[in-house]
């Protein structure tokens, strides 16, 4: 279950990590009376699930009521395009925050190491930007660190990733415990992924997640119902109603531009598989995680879903 920024981050908050001031808006009045009665300068963020939203139009900055709500009625409605998803995605909410004076960005995430069955920590001082990006041209400027889950966190490597990846000095203080939340998130929720991407050194001296990106897993949702919860509201775009439509989570089903369906039984095991296929010189049409545990009947039902796209060529079903 892949979250939305606004849903991250409230998940966030839950464990202690500082994130902006702000508020969720479905409509621009919401987006204006909330400026109007917080006076500022504010960041409209379109919530989608694609990358590069902020190239493809979909981030504003208001300094005032009138402005949000001109913006916000721009957004609103709007289908980003970019590089990673060419097809679009229409805008249907967004996140007002402060806009905030940033003095330095880093990135941090973890995520499971499948070949040692435990979690990985990445941080690197050049936040902002993709981590591929930073792998491909400083991979030196990314550190890792492999947390043993029988011994589990000590904010000694919080301390020690901040001080080998070169933060600057106003993160010191306040890295480990930002990675130490973000570890009992990763644990508690069941994470495949967390990532905070920047997370922002402010020039007055806070520390604070300006993005989320969680992606949970779908078979430990039962700990947590009212998150659980969040994957059954009405669904913003035709791939999330036909998921839902057959039984499964909103996040559960993306069409992309290949040939080749895929069903797998996980999202790791789904993006692992679809990077199979693209190292083979093929292409995905779609991501399509069935969750664990799926009856023959569900099995039936995503076969279908998946082969009614006539651009598919090619089933790999990997369960």
Do not use: C
Not at 98 to 117: G, M
Not at 229 to 235: G, I, L, Q, T, V
Request: charged share 25%.
């Amino acid at each position: 279950m892949k979250l939305m920024e606004y849903q991250g981050k409230d998940l966030f908050r839950r464990v202690g990590i500082p994130t902006p001031n702000g508020v969720y808006a479905t409509t621009a009045d919401e987006v204006k009376n909330f400026i109007a009665t917080h006076p500022g300068s504010w960041v409209l963020k379109s919530q989608v699930m694609m990358g590069g939203r902020g190239k493809a139009g979909g981030i504003k900055f208001a300094d005032d009521a009138q402005q949000g709500e001109t913006l916000a009625r721009e957004l609103i409605g709007k289908v980003l395009k970019s590089v990673q998803n060419p097809e679009g995605e229409e805008v249907r909410s967004l996140l007002v925050e402060e806009k905030v004076a940033i003095a330095s960005e880093a990135y941090v995430s973890i995520a499971i190491d499948r070949s040692t069955k435990k979690p990985v920590v990445l941080v690197t001082a050049q936040g902002g930007m993709d981590v591929e990006e930073v792998a491909e041209h400083d991979p030196d400027a990314i550190k890792k660190y492999w947390i043993d889950p029988a011994i589990g966190y000590s904010p000694f490597i919080g301390r020690e990733l901040a001080f080998h990846a070169k933060l600057p000095d106003g993160y010191r203080k306040a890295f480990p415990a930002v990675l130490g939340a973000l570890y009992t998130l990763f644990m508690d929720y069941g994470a495949n992924l967390v990532e905070i991407n920047p997370l922002v050194l402010t020039q007055d001296g806070r520390v604070i997640a300006s993005d989320a990106k969680v992606d949970l897993d779908d078979n430990g949702l039962y700990k947590h119902p009212d998150v659980a919860e969040w994957n059954k509201k009405s669904p913003s775009d035709e791939d999330q109603a036909a998921a839902v439509a057959i039984g499964l989570g909103m996040s559960n089903y993306a069409r992309l531009g290949g040939t080749i369906g895929v069903i797998a039984n996980g999202a790791g095991l789904g993006m692992g598989t679809m990077d199979a296929i693209r190292n083979a010189g093929g292409e995905a049409a779609n991501f399509l995680d069935i969750g664990g545990g799926a009856q023959a009947e569900l099995v039936k039902k995503s076969y279908n879903l998946v082969t009614s796209d006539p651009r598919v060529r090619a089933m790999f079903i990997n369960i």
